[in-house]
Structure formats: structure tokens, C-alpha cells
């Protein structure tokens, strides 16, 4: 089943002969390889790029492993390059690659080629494009299927899929499983035997006993402000462990880099600053937190706001918890201090959105208390409210937006109704 991922593609298409090493990256299994060799060169060939032009290595397969081997791989090269045409390089878990930054900086040189290629989660991190890559990287970071990708080729009413996606996930692999045992042991199979073995590899874990249980303990609580010292403390009350906070700093860490969690930071919205701890950790993949916990833990509002997190990083925001002091007078007028809580301030350019994720607002007392926040903000900036009931987009008399979760995802531009 071919999921087109527009987003994505048009993304490398706007990078082509910019002179720089294209890196896509993201979580194994999220469509990576398919975007390169499927949906990119198919791109290629469409605009006239002729098949001869476009190498293939995938290092990971058997039929490519000889060049792995720095020598072969570039003798290899120059051997296709046999004129002035531009050649499109486009490498495939490239972290198997031995001296791979070295090789690929210096095929750059050559001049008539453009260089697009991916690398595996655990193996292969983003902050590692600046460095090894000398200024020469471009990072373009891919997520699992959207939503709206999803729907593409979900046969359901858009109320049976969102509850679908939000328990199995938008791993593209998922759609093609048609029994909940399918997709279950796929996930259970997908987290032990490639994610968490992808850690251990690189990071030399010899017991992972400790990294699983911190995966679970992080699983059961998503949208909950954390940081390493409380998780350790947990470690030690309740597992009756004798883990330390950096070793539980540093597993943190690992599983960010790994694309599998994301940390969002406290920001201070008054005082227009970053509060230090705690923040709150969110999954990549609801299906693979879902399966972490043997699907036993389906708290719909906390995976709403997980999914709404997950959609807004895939638009490209920045996105941070919002912490708000407030002071208010009682009733016998002593003064009383509180922080308000707004669920995401995204951020990006000169535009800023304060938005609330809200699973239901039953009553007009639900509906205050999400607005409350919001209306606490002394700015302009757009102020919006998303409910996990259909109903249509509404703008309160205080300016701010109400809209389902489904005008949310299904919309590129909901953030601007």
C-alpha cells in the first residue's frame, strides 16, 4: 500500500542543488527509506532526471555490503560518474557505513553531485549533523504518519480512525495489519528487538532492565511534569532500585535521541523564560507507548494531548508548556499566588500560538476552566482551544478559538481559522 507523504517530499525537492548534505532522519520504520527511494526518485525521474543519474546504496542489505567498505563505496561512485550531468547520490543507513562522515564530505567535493541520505535512530542522532558534517548538513526530520497521511488510507469514518491511530499509531507498517493481535506484536516485537536494541548497541547497555523499566515509567506518564531526579526517586521507592540520577539522566537522553520520546520545557510566559525543570516528556508514536504498557493504559485525555504535541512538531512549531504566575486576592483581600498551566506555546518565526488540548467540555465550567489560562495572557497572539468533540470552529467574544480535534488535524492551516 503506497502512502503518499507530501510534506516530506516536497521538502527535498526544495533542497536539491543546494550544495549540502541532505540527511533525513527520524525513528526506524517511520518511512524513510520509502521517501527516498519510492517517493523521491520517482520525483526525480518525473522531472527528467534520467535513471542513470540517480545511485542507489542501501548499506544495509546484503547486496550492498561490500560497500560499506570507504574505498569500494568511492571507487564505486566514480565509477557511475562518467560525465558533466549531476548525479544524484541517495544512501540508505548510512551509520553502516564505515567513516561515513569522511566519505560523504569528500564525494561532496566532486562537485556534480547532490547527496540525499538517511540514518537509523539510535545510530545515527541529529545533533550529530553539525558536527560531523562541518556545516555541510541539512537536516530533515521525518515523523510517523500524520493523521491526515493516515486517513489517506484508512476504509472508516474519520471517529473510527482517530481512535485507531490513537492506539496503534501512524507507523506506516500498521495499516497494512487487519487484526488487533497483528498489530499489537508488531509494535511489542518493533520496541524490543529494534529500539531498545538499538540503544544497548550503541551505548554498550549490558542490562537493559533499568531502560525498559524508565520507558514505562515515562509510558504511564505522558503529559505529567517530571525531570531525572524525580524519575530516580521513583526508581528507588517504589522499584527499590539503587539507579542514580545520571544514569537515569543519561538513558532520558539516549531514548530523546533515539526519536522515540520528545522533552517539551516549562516556559515561562510572564517573565519570558525558560524554567529549568520539570518539563514533560511526550511519545513519538502513540501506538509504541500503547504497546509499552500492553495497551492497558488508554487514558483518552492524556493521549489527546500527546497526539495534539506530536501533530503541532510535525507542522514545525516549537512547541514548550506554558507556566503562568498569577496573583489573586481572596475574599478577605490577602493576596494569593498560583501558576496556570497552558498546554502548548508554539513558537515559530515572528507567529506564536497558545493552544489547549481539552478531550471534553461537557459543561460551561469545563469550558472556563480551559480558557482561564488563556485568558490570563496579556498579548495578542492567537489563543485556541481543541476539543475531542466534533462541532464547528467557534471564536468566544475574549478572541479566542475553539475547534474539534478533527478541524485540527484534518486542516494544515486550522492554527489560522
Known amino acids: ?188 516485537a518493533l520496541f524490543d528487538e529494534t529500539y531498545i536494541r538499538d540503544i544497548q548497541e550503541r551505548y554498550n547497555i549490558r542490562k537493559d532492565d533499568d531502560l525498559k523499566e524508565l520507558i514505562n515509567i515515562l509510558a504511564s506518564g505522558i503529559g505529567s511534569l517530571t525531570n531525572p531526579n524525580n524519575l530516580a526517586n521513583t526508581f528507588r521507592s517504589v522499584k527499590k532500585s539503587s539507579i542514580t540520577y545520571d544514569t537515569v539522566s543519561n538513558y532520558v537522553d539516549y531514548l530523546c535521541d533515539s526519536f522515540l520520546i520528545e522533552s517539551a520545557s516549562r516556559y515561562d510566559i510572564k517573565g519570558k523564560k525558560y524554567i529549568a525543570s520539570p518539563c514533560k516528556y511526550y511519545f513519538m508514536d502513540l501506538g509504541l507507548r500503547n504497546a509499552r504498557l500492553n495497551f492497558r493504559q488508554t487514558e483518552w485525555t492524556h493521549l489527546m494531548e500527546n497526539l495534539v504535541y506530536n501533530e503541532l512538531r510535525m507542522r514545525g512549531l516549537n512547541v514548550d508548556v506554558g507556566s503562568l504566575p498569577v496573583v489573586r486576592r481572596d475574599d478577605d483581600g490577602v493576596q494569593q499566588r498560583s501558576t496556570l498551566e497552558i498546554d502548548f506555546v508554539c513558537n515559530r518565526g515572528s507567529k506564536r500560538y497558545y493552544v489547549q488540548s481539552a478531550y471534553r467540555l461537557p459543561t460551561e465550567e469545563k469550558v472556563r476552566q480551559e480558557e482561564a489560562p488563556l485568558l490570563a495572557v496579556d498579548d ?38
Not at 7 to 34: D, E, Q
Not at 139 to 147: Q, W
Open 1 to 188: 500500500m503506497k502512502i503518499n507523504r507530501p510534506n516530506y517530499l516536497s521538502k527535498l525537492i526544495s533542497l536539491k542543488g543546494n550544495g549540502m548534505i541532505k540527511v533525513v532522519t527520524g525513528m526506524r520504520r517511520c518511512g524513510k527509506s520509502f521517501l527516498l527511494y519510492d517517493l523521491f526518485a520517482t520525483e526525480l525521474l518525473n522531472q527528467g532526471v534520467e535513471r542513470e543519474c540517480i545511485v542507489e546504496v542501501n548499506f544495509e542489505s546484503y547486496r550492498d555490503r561490500e560497500l560499506r567498505d570507504p574505498d569500494a563505496l568511492y571507487q564505486y561512485v566514480q565509477s557511475r560518474i562518467s560525465d558533466e550531468r549531476i548525479y544524484y547520490l541517495l544512501f540508505d543507513e548510512v551509520q553502516m557505513l564505515k567513516d561515513f562522515q569522511d566519505v560523504l564530505n569528500g564525494l561532496l567535493t566532486m562537485g556534480n553531485v547532490d547527496i540525499y541520505v538517511t540514518g537509523s535512530n539510535a545510530r545515527f542522532l541529529s545533533k550529530d549533523i553539525a558536527t560531523e558534517f562541518r556545516g555541510r548538513g541539512f537536516e530533515v526530520r521525518m515523523y510517523p504518519l500524520s493523521f491526515s497521511e493516515f486517513m489517506s488510507v484508512y476504509e472508516g469514518s474519520k471517529s473510527a480512525g482517530l481512535k485507531e491511530y490513537m492506539l496503534y499509531g501512524g507507523l506506516p507498517q500498521i495499516v497494512s495489519y487487519q487484526s488487533e493481535v497483528q498489530k499489537s506484536d508488531y509494535l511489542k
Open 380 to 417: 495578542s497572539f492567537k489563543k485556541i482551544v481543541i476539543s475531542g468533540e466534533e462541532g464547528p470552529v467557534l471564536r468566544s467574544e475574549n478572541g479566542i478559538t475553539t475547534m474539534s480535534i478533527y478541524d485540527f488535524l484534518l486542516n494544515p492551516d486550522s492554527l489560522e481559522l
